[in-house]
């Protein structure tokens, strides 16, 4: 069924071939299904915009400054804190100058340039300037340990490295002679960038046309490792074909998060997830397509970002559902040392109920709010709902959200806080999303249907498998000839456990190779159990354990600013971590939390018995990778001990 909605706006496809012009955004179209045994086992929705034909990512910044010179494209902190915009004639001039700086340094078409920082505006400049002057970027988390860092380095064949800081750099040191490769070394923080620039002068602009005309959609863009939860990273190898048909049809299916104005401003975004992960950098090159003010903020310490959203007032953000979780229950923490805990959960009850009215009305199966729940809505709005806005810059309407199930009771909560969540699911090899919550169509609890020109199809053993104009070339292996192909028959194995109903809207379910089978036979998927209890304002992490065991159990860690202040209200002191093991009210309030998690599953799929660590998982410690997701072999090697006491008798 189309589902239509009217705004005269530029197409990509349009905009990429005329340099200007609108087009009528086109009609939604539903995914068409195909059934097997009675069950839907595929899902395609065809493309919003026409393949391109020729160009590449590199050409964006010019054919901006072609178009609209004068538009703010991107914002930079300046020296008294605020933000600098930066037009897109200055970032295509500032990305020519760095382009010529890297030519002028000997780097040849197809080098790999590596970037280790945090997310920067330096690291977006780059990007562009790499690709402008026909280089290949590796994206390195600034996290990463020497030996992660070493091993991306030697397996991609990089020439030359760029990081953030003088700390960074030194710790590479002793490991320069394992390096042949890498010839070149640039700090950030020594005003490097500046200096490539300096460095570029004598150099014809003539040389980065040339370089930018020779690329095209199959010219690799990038190599991004996936973050390792079961061994050594593998390189994926993504094309400029690959981000244009992933964020073309992101833009145009996303209309109302990178088209629409809001009464008091244009569509901007504050990216503070990482570049180093394809999620933030997809979002990244289509706010640079879409024209779409982009900011940066390298911090995640709640305190900093809080003062970046409120300085900068984005209109939508990028976030995984971790972030989302804490915003509501450090709210709920506000509201409960207020005295208006009681206030606080009628009104989260009154957003629930009226997101899941909107649901309703949107899917033709409900009339929407009633006159009762509106009103309700309208009283709590300036008491609940708009400071949870106004906490995230005031202007905020719309959020991305990827990495991980969200829940259907937080996406309605955030629907009826008049903030839309457009939740996603994809991978690094798919160049971000594969599926998405389309607009005026969410359906809670899902991670929506097909972005425009990708098919979903569902094994025979339920893995996920994905087709597309995103999906990668393969994976990067210097010793079979540079890239070794991953799809068969043109689908990609994801590895991701899931299904799709009626309507084309996938559930995921679980990983494929996480999948717990007990002594008795039965086949547990851990990740339901482990995102709902991670969602509770006490706990941090989660993870379930049972395979070839006679019955499920889990691991806890404690969020200690939630536990502190769950202490507090009731008349006790904060004490650390160590000191609540033996915590019985505690306990009893964690026991509530898994009784509640387990009323998801059957009694065999059901936790047991659980434990709570005396620290949390972290990625310093190896138990996180820098994307949150759990390194499960590390986390049982580690807590071998307090894993075999859930399971004497």
Request: with cysteine.
């Amino acid at each position: 069924m189309p589902i239509s909605y009217s705004s005269s706006v530029p197409s990509p496809s349009s905009r990429s071939a005329t340099g200007s012009g609108d087009a009528v955004v086109p009609a939604l179209v539903a995914p068409t299904t195909q059934k097997l045994g009675g069950e839907v086992r595929e899902a395609a929705v065809p493309p919003l915009v026409a393949d391109v034909t020729h160009g590449s990512l590199a050409d964006l910044p010019f054919e901006n400054a072609q178009a609209e010179p004068d538009k703010p494209v991107l914002s930079r902190r300046s020296a008294d804190g605020g933000w600098h915009d930066v037009t897109a004639a200055r970032f295509a001039e500032e990305v020519r100058a760095v382009a010529k700086g890297l030519i002028a340094e000997g780097l040849r078409p197809g080098d790999r340039i590596a970037v280790m920082s945090r997310t920067s505006y330096d690291w977006t400049l780059l990007d562009f300037a790499a690709w402008a002057a026909g280089l290949v970027t590796v994206p390195v988390y600034p996290t990463s340990s020497v030996f992660q860092t070493r091993w991306i380095l030697q397996d991609s064949g990089a020439v030359a490295l760029v990081t953030e800081t003088v700390a960074q750099a030194a710790a590479l040191g002793p490991e320069r002679e394992r390096l042949p490769d890498l010839r070149h070394m640039w700090v950030l923080e020594k005003d490097h960038a500046a200096r490539l620039a300096e460095r570029g002068s004598a150099v014809a602009d003539q040389e980065t046309d040339f370089r930018r005309g020779v690329l095209g959609p199959d010219s690799l863009a990038t190599v991004v490792y996936t973050s390792g939860t079961t061994g050594r990273p593998k390189g994926c190898a993504l094309t400029h074909g690959n981000f244009l048909a992933e964020v073309d049809n992101a833009i145009e299916l996303l209309h109302p998060v990178f088209r629409a104005q809001t009464d008091d401003a244009e569509a901007s975004t504050l990216l503070f997830l990482p570049l180093s992960h394809v999620f933030g950098r997809m979002v990244a090159v289509a706010c640079v397509r879409a024209r779409v003010r982009l900011g940066h903020a390298p911090s995640l310490a709640a305190d900093d970002l809080l003062a970046d959203l409120a300085s900068f007032r984005p209109t939508f953000l990028l976030a995984i559902p971790y972030m989302l979780e804490k915003v509501f229950n450090n709210a709920r923490a506000t509201a409960e040392r207020g005295g208006k805990a009681s206030s606080f959960d009628r009104a989260a009850g009154v957003a629930c109920r009226y997101g899941e009215a909107l649901e309703e009305r949107q899917h033709g199966t409900g009339p929407g709010p009633g006159r009762g729940l509106r009103t309700a809505r309208a009283l709590y709005d300036p008491l609940v709902y708009r400071r949870i806005r106004n906490a995230l810059g005031g202007r905020l309407r719309h959020v991305i959200c990827g990495g991980s199930p969200l829940g259907r009771p937080l996406a309605a909560f955030y629907a009826g806080a008049g903030i839309e969540v457009y939740e996603g699911y994809g991978l690094t090899e798919c160049t971000g999303a594969a599926t998405v919550t389309p607009p005026l169509r969410p359906r809670l609890g899902t991670v929506g249907w097909p972005l425009p020109g990708t098919k979903v199809r569902i094994a025979q053993d339920g893995e996920v498998l994905l087709a597309g104009g995103h999906v990668f070339r393969g994976y990067w292996d210097p010793h079979a000839g540079g890239v070794i192909p991953a799809s068969r028959e043109g689908w990609f194995a994801t590895g991701d456990i899931g299904r799709l109903d009626d309507d084309g809207y996938l559930t995921i379910t679980g990983r494929k190779k996480e999948i717990l089978i007990t002594a008795g036979g039965k086949n547990v998927a851990p990740a339901p159990l482990e995102n709902r209890l991670r969602s509770h304002p006490l706990i941090s992490q989660c993870i379930v354990l049972g395979d070839r065991r006679p019955y499920i159990t889990a691991l806890l860690t404690l969020d200690m600013e939630g536990v502190s202040h769950w202490r507090r209200m009731n008349g006790r002191h904060p004490v650390p971590a160590e000191l609540l093991l033996d915590d019985e009210e505690l306990r009893t309030v964690l026991q509530r939390a898994v009784d509640d998690a387990n009323t998801m599953v059957s009694r065999p799929e059901s936790v047991r018995r659980f434990t709570v660590l005396p620290v949390d998982f972290t990625e310093r410690a190896g138990h996180l990778t820098p994307s949150m997701k759990l390194r499960r072999a590390e986390i049982v090697r580690d807590f071998a001990k307090e894993v075999e006491a859930l399971y004497e008798r």
